[in-house]
């Protein structure tokens, strides 16, 4: 089945610096890869995703490269705001299935 | 439709007791997953549903869980004779095909 390793486990910036979390991938066929933010206590939200015939993608501060030869794919936060501190979580999806990563928690510190 | 709901939101049970918890999907989607996620760790894949069909459960649901959609639309998990490893947050999601997962809120079971 599918793993996906994220990295790093935590991290912490200064209000302002960029924030970039980087996520690998085991498995070829997977062709969607979202990225979701998690608040203590709620659930998931998606905040962008890629498809695999997309190389990069970009939502006002967020975006997503993706490098399939490779099995990479890394999130970009720029400009980081203190309401961006909390746990994302990278996934790739095969066959209708999405495979998680561990997570990353990031503090943005003021 | 404001989004995938999860009832009940908080549950602690005896370890023995059986549980239930229910998802109902955005209403529009057809396919719906349900995940557990423990502290520090990402959502795990349980099972999911396309329409009322159960297409694949992971190696994680144990005989003691079992998963229904009977008409498509809400889903139930249940755990029989809980134990105290079950204590997690299950979480549901719901897509329509391939386009993007919205989670509910999760329920949170602790077993003591």
């Known amino acids: 089945g599918e793993n996906v390793e994220q990295h790093p486990s935590t991290l912490s910036v200064q209000e302002g610096d960029s924030a970039v979390i980087k996520c690998t991938y085991s498995d070829s066929a997977s062709n969607y890869f979202p990225w979701y933010k998690q608040e203590l206590g709620k659930g998931p939200q998606l905040i962008i995703d890629i498809r695999s015939n997309v190389g990069e993608k970009k939502d006002q501060r967020i975006a997503v490269t993706l490098n399939k030869t490779a099995k990479h794919f890394s999130l970009h936060i720029t400009e980081t705001q203190p309401e961006d501190s909390a746990v994302y979580f990278c996934?790739?999806?095969?066959?209708?299935?999405?495979?998680f990563g561990t997570g990353t928690k990031l503090q943005v510190i003021p | 439709d404001t989004g995938v709901s999860q009832d009940p939101r908080h549950k602690i049970t005896k370890r023995g007791q059986n549980v239930t918890f229910r998802c109902d999907p955005i209403?529009?989607?057809?396919?719906l997953y349900w995940y557990r996620q423990t502290l520090g760790q990402g959502p795990e894949f349980l099972t999911y549903f396309q329409n009322e069909a159960q297409l694949e459960k992971s190696r994680l649901l144990s005989d003691r869980f079992s998963a229904e959609r009977p008409k498509g639309s809400f889903s139930t998990l249940e755990i029989q004779r809980t134990e105290q490893g079950d204590s997690a947050m299950y979480l549901c999601?719901?897509?329509?095909?391939?386009?993007?997962?919205?989670f509910g809120q999760g329920t949170r079971l602790t077993v003591v």
């Open positions: 209403s529009e989607h057809n396919r």
């Open positions: 999601a719901s897509t329509l095909d391939q386009t993007e997962a919205f």
């Open positions: 996934a790739a999806s095969a066959y209708q299935k999405v495979t």
